[in-house]
Nanobody
Framework: EVQLVESGGGLVQAGGSLRLSCAAS????????MGWFRQAPGKEREGVSC????????YYADSVKGRFTISKDNAKNTVYLQMDSLKPEDTAVYYC????????WGQGTQVTVSS
């Protein structure tokens, strides 16, 4: 079964840090660029960051550049998002997915940043 399971969210004060994890199963993880996305209340889901399957190149949305770091562990079929210097506007449900040929969205993990 193809599956994505996100974890690591929580409630944190502004300026704090969280590390999100996304465990993938049911497909050849190494073959796919992976991305993190988020959806805030009343807003559309947006891309946050992605990492290439070929050379490990990374991309960040301007809103998180310099604060978030994406990485992946192919041996563990897991992609991570280290989030530092969190801001209240980072509050959202965070999801991971393949960058292309997306599969069904997981349940996501809630990140809430208090001011």
């Amino acid at each position: 079964e193809v599956q994505l399971v996100e974890s690591g969210g929580g409630l944190v004060q502004a300026g704090g840090s969280l590390r999100l994890s996304c465990a993938a199963s049911g497909f050849t993880f190494d073959d796919y660029a992976m991305g993190w996305f988020r959806q805030a209340p009343g807003k559309e889901r947006e891309g946050v960051s992605c990492i290439s399957s070929i050379d490990g190149n990374t991309y960040y949305a301007d809103s998180v550049k310099g604060r978030f770091t994406i990485s992946k562990d192919n041996a563990k079929n897991t992609v991570y998002l280290q989030m530092d210097s969190l801001k209240p506007e980072d509050t959202a449900v965070y999801y991971c997915n393949r960058l292309v040929n997306k599969i069904g969205w997981g349940q996501g993990t809630q990140v809430t940043v208090s001011s």
